[in-house]
């Protein structure tokens, strides 16, 4: 679900990054249409919503957590072989296991479930997809990434300005999950009009284990910047 989400949003920032106006609604209803059947019912509650109530974050929330609960169903129903012996009569929680309710009415469910869309949320923001060669580029390159969401570096010397962050999750493409630990801004060296000059970049997160920096194009489009690829490379062009 992680690698089918990305895709889906690296395909819409492409779109984007050429000039098609590609709203959110867009890419959670194309989102939904690309599911399988066993999401049918997700599916028809989430249409039946109105779409002021809608955004693709919500969307991702409750896609990982039907995913999450169609793996504790599983599980309960293992559980419930392996407590077959059971008398019939006898009220038993196939979820924390303890008498005198059923599982739908279990409140250590409810709390991790809350949990854990809670979770979904905050993983989301840091989701992004990048399948590179380590040896294709050098520790200095900034990789302009269709796919991430945050700009990421995991050079801390860099940063000229940087404060310590309660670690997030950030899941890269082949399900490797690394953690960021601060952000800030980096001074970095770029072409602009034929000149090299020293620019700004904020509200980068600081990755230890990554093996490149990556610039979000997500991240320079919702700032207001214009992104263009062509055969000779990326540009990048303010207002």
């Not at 895709?7 to 989102?31: F, G, H």
């Amino acid at each position: 679900m992680l690698v089918h989400i990305n895709t889906m949003k690296a395909l819409a920032d492409q779109l984007r990054s050429i000039e098609v106006n590609i709203m959110d609604e867009d890419v959670y209803m194309v989102l939904l249409m690309s599911l399988p059947p066993s999401f049918d019912n997700l599916v028809t509650s989430l249409e039946s919503m109105s779409t002021k109530d809608v955004d693709l974050q919500f969307v991702v929330a409750r896609l990982f957590h039907e995913v999450s609960k169609t793996k504790e169903c599983e599980s309960s129903e293992t559980t419930a072989l392996i407590n077959k012996t059971h008398k019939s009569n006898e009220k038993l929680c196939f979820y924390c296991k303890k008498p005198r309710h059923f599982v739908r009415n279990c409140l250590k469910k409810k709390g991790d479930e809350n949990e854990k869309v809670n979770q979904a949320c905050e993983d989301h923001e840091q989701m992004f997809v990048a399948a590179l060669s380590a040896n294709d580029h050098t520790t200095y390159d900034w990789i302009v990434n269709s796919g991430a969401t945050q700009h990421m570096t995991f050079e801390q010397e860099w940063f000229t300005t940087y404060e310590r962050i309660s670690p997030r999750r950030v899941f890269m493409g082949d399900d490797t999950v690394l953690e960021a630990i601060g952000k800030g801004s980096i001074k970095a060296t770029m072409q602009v009009g034929g000149q090299f000059t020293h620019k700004t970049i904020t509200q980068i997160l600081h990755v230890p284990k990554m093996k490149n920096n990556l610039i979000s194009v997500n991240k320079l489009i919702s700032e207001g910047f214009k992104v263009e690829f062509d055969k000779d490379g990326c540009k990048v062009n303010d207002n």
